[in-house]
Structure formats: structure tokens, C-alpha cells
């Protein structure tokens, strides 16, 4: 009996470490994001913050530079620094004109609930998650 079936065969991928030394210098707004995401990864805040405020000042407030900039204060325990760009992020969320999502309310709610954090020591968003039913 011929078979109808065979094995397919399967591709590994590998996964790839960011290197941020091997991305390049940084041309977009997306670049800069990366490669500052991948220096927060690696715990090399100086770097990380370098991008973030560059692509900050290059091409204006962005939410996801201001979060990750947090997270890279809040790694390196600059708690006030830390609440001050989740904050901004905070803020640009809420004077945003544009369309809202569940990306926007996800990305607000850590942001919130980094800042809670930092300040009270506790998430501290059930009134964000949980709503009474009247």
C-alpha cells in the first residue's frame, strides 16, 4: 500500500539574538525603538535611553519610546525618572486623536500599573480590569 502521507519535513528556525552594535545606526523612528529596545534587553541603559531620547527628539513624542524609557529608568532604579516617562506615556494616550484600541488601553494600563508600582508598591488596577455589573 503506497503511502499517502509523508513526514514533511520541518524547517528549525534559529532564533537570532539582538545585537545591537550589529543593527546599524539607527535611520527611522522604528530603528531607533529597536535598537534601544535591544540595549534595555541587554541591560546596557545608557545606550537604551541614547536611543529613546533620539528618537524622541528626531521625531516627536511616540508612546512606545516613553515606555520603554521608563522601563529602562525603572531597571536601573531612577523611580522618579521612571514615573515621569510613564507619565508622559499617561498623557499622550490621553490627548491622542487618533483612533483608540486595545493596544492603547493595554499599553496604558502597564503604564499605570508601572507607576502604581513604583509608588505604592502593589499593580493596584482592579478598578481598571474589574467593573461592578449594577
Not at 59 to 87: I, P, S
Request: proline fraction near 2%; include cysteine.
Amino acid at each position: 500500500m503506497a503511502k499517502i502521507f509523508s513526514k514533511k519535513e520541518i524547517l528549525k528556525v534559529k532564533s537570532q539574538i539582538l545585537e545591537p552594535s550589529n543593527m546599524g545606526e539607527p535611520v527611522s523612528a522604528d530603528d531607533y525603538l529597536h535598537r534601544g529596545t535591544a540595549y534595555y534587553a541587554r541591560g546596557e541603559y545608557e545606550a537604551a535611553e541614547a536611543d529613546l531620547r533620539s528618537l524622541i527628539s528626531k521625531f516627536g513624542n511616540q508612546t512606545d519610546a516613553y515606555y520603554v524609557l521608563g522601563m529602562v529608568h525603572k531597571a536601573a532604579g531612577r523611580k522618579v525618572e521612571a514615573t515621569a516617562a510613564f507619565n508622559q506615556v499617561l498623557q499622550l494616550l490621553n490627548t491622542s486623536t487618533g483612533e483608540k484600541s486595545t493596544k492603547c488601553d493595554m499599553l496604558r494600563r502597564l503604564a499605570l500599573g508601572h507607576v502604581n508600582m513604583i509608588n505604592q508598591g502593589d499593580w493596584n488596577l482592579e478598578k481598571e480590569i474589574w467593573q461592578r455589573i449594577p
